[in-house]
């Protein structure tokens, strides 16, 4: 029994947040697929419904606002399932780390890897249906700010049903009750803009919003995780 | 199964042979699973310096026992003491001193063997990159450090989890069913292990249908 130190919280918060890059990394079509999803959905309303500027302007904060909470439900499905199959996830909950840290970290990766990309090329997206420049900065600003959230409310969804075979839609039915909200202040914020309106009273309840998911979110997400391990 | 057929503490002979000092003291575990009870009045102690082997047949809870001592399961009545203080008041000193392989062993198949060890050192006890890769040559993993585990074979997956054992200084080892995949200088490689984890003050539970030739090994029957 030669006593080596034993690893504090932040260093173990650090490695689970690398291990959880290099997964992600080495599985790339997670990743990828909602990504891809996201930009489908997007470019086939302009096909669908008409290719007029004045029609597209109209309802592009709604668009990319639905398409971002689809693409994070697609993605949210394999945050902890190659865990759970492979045993690691017994292992996360039996470190003598505070799961509440183990599971932000395993959020925060998510979420750079699956949300961030997502945020980024939004606003090309919103160039093709015409949204009005006004906007862009805010629309930019309210999925910075709504994407963590929806990570942070999927990942509970996702920790209860982990531990079943089939899912299927439980996962949306779970979510979408409380993902609502976030897609209806995203929405207003950038329709205030749009309407060269301020948009800092809905953002601002966003970021309520945020600071309520992240300091809550992944305490429900690990007692969740604690029951479908049972 | 009936509940008639549970045999309980008679069947550990460790009153006698109380020399090390108590680890785990379980006290009246009761467990009952889809009406059936699994177990009940189990009572045993699980000192320094021993291997407590529990056997049974298919079903009989093995793995439940297992994994309600680890805190994976709560379905059960009854309290499991770790040095004298109840496990669920100090969870964290419990887990510091507690190293659970299961029957999914813990290894991420898209990661290596090296990246795997990494994360689970760092969740323990931090150990460099020179003590992960000689633990891995130790197991006979030489030559695949940098391969993904998927390209490994169960067996070989198995000896990734074990190269954990050498890793760790967790006092209480809880292995199920270590030795199913692993070929005959395997289970000779683990016995060794546990005889060595024993004789340093450490203690081991293991389920297993193997015939563990350890010295200080104590049965625990179930069903």
């Known amino acids: 029994m030669n006593p080596t130190p034993a690893t504090s919280t932040s260093a173990a918060f650090l490695a689970t947040l690398r291990r959880d890059f290099l997964i992600a990394y080495k599985r790339k079509h997670d990743v990828v697929n909602p990504f891809m999803f996201f930009v489908i959905v997007v470019s086939l309303f302009p096909v669908g419904i008409s290719p007029d500027p004045v029609k597209l302007a109209e309802i592009a904060a709604g668009v990319i606002w639905i398409a971002v909470l689809l693409a994070s439900m697609l993605s949210m499905d394999s945050l902890y399932r190659a865990d759970f199959e492979d045993g690691s996830l017994e292992q996360l909950l039996l470190s003598p780390h505070p799961l509440y840290f183990m599971v932000l970290a395993k959020n925060i990766s998510h979420w750079l890897v699956s949300g961030l990309p997502v945020v980024l090329i939004s606003p090309i997206l919103a160039y093709m249906l015409n949204l009005p420049a006004a906007a862009y900065f805010t629309l930019l600003l309210s999925l910075l700010i709504g994407t963590p959230i929806l990570s942070l409310l999927g990942s509970i969804a996702v920790a209860l049903t982990v531990g079943l075979g089939s899912r299927g839609l439980i996962l949306a039915v779970i979510t979408l009750p409380m993902s609502v909200p976030v897609l209806i202040f995203g929405t207003l914020a950038v329709q205030a803009s749009v309407n060269t309106m301020s948009p800092a009273g809905y953002l601002a309840l966003m970021l309520a919003m945020l600071a309520a998911a992240i300091s809550l979110g992944p305490l429900a997400s690990a007692a969740a995780l604690r029951i479908s391990v049972d | ?223």
């Open chain 2, 1 to 223: 199964m009936s509940a008639a057929a549970i045999e309980s503490a008679h069947n550990v002979p460790n009153a006698d042979s109380s020399d090390g000092e108590v680890l785990l003291d379980i006290r009246d575990l009761f467990c009952e699973r889809d009406d059936r009870i699994l177990f009940q009045h189990l009572n045993f102690k699980l000192r320094a310096g021993e291997v407590l082997q529990v056997h049974g047949s298919n079903g009989s809870g093995k793995t439940t026992l297992l994994r309600i001592i680890c805190g994976l399961n709560d379905s059960y009545q009854g309290a499991i003491y770790w040095q004298g203080t109840e496990v669920v008041e100090h969870l964290e000193d419990f887990y510091s001193a507690l190293l659970y392989i299961g029957h999914r062993v813990g290894v991420s198949k898209v990661l290596t063997p090296v990246e795997n060890l990494r994360w689970s050192c760092s969740l323990q006890r931090q150990r460099d990159d020179a003590a992960i890769y000689s633990a891995l040559a130790t197991v006979d993993l030489r030559g695949f450090e940098e391969s993904q585990c998927f390209t490994l074979s169960a067996g070989q997956q198995q000896r990734v989890s074990l190269a954990r054992l050498l890793l760790s200084d967790a006092r209480l080892w809880i292995l199920d069913e270590p030795f199913a995949t692993l070929d005959a200088s395997g289970v000779e490689q683990l016995e060794g292990l546990l005889s060595k984890h024993a004789n340093s003050g450490g203690a081991v539970l293991v389920t297993t249908h193997h015939q563990l030739r350890v010295p200080k090994l104590q049965r625990l029957s179930l069903g």
